[in-house]
């Protein structure tokens, strides 16, 4: 969007590159993810029953399950990944 303004150099392919410079990105490395940064990207370490079953519910719904919102397909339902360590 911000690029669809004239705003040069900050276009979808121009951002990866920084975006994956700062993650690491405990699953591992890929197409839209680094992990060499500074910023340590993780699963939940705890999932609310509440939680789950909310996601359970979404499926059950007819909504696809995805483990990964950041990546080129982000509709569904699913644990978002974040940003902790230890």
């Not at 990105?25 to 993810?33: D, I, K, R, T």
């Not at 007819?62 to 509709?75: I, S």
């Amino acid at each position: 969007h911000w690029a669809e303004l004239g705003n040069t150099g900050w276009g979808y392919d121009e951002v990866l590159p920084v975006f994956k410079r700062a993650e690491h990105y405990e699953p591992g490395e890929g197409p839209f993810h680094g992990t060499h940064g500074p910023l340590n990207v993780a699963e939940l370490r705890y999932k609310h029953p509440v939680s789950k079953a909310f996601v359970e519910a979404g499926v059950q719904a007819g909504h696809p399950l995805t483990d990964d919102f950041n990546n080129d397909v982000q509709e569904g339902v699913g644990f978002y990944k974040v940003t902790q360590k230890g």
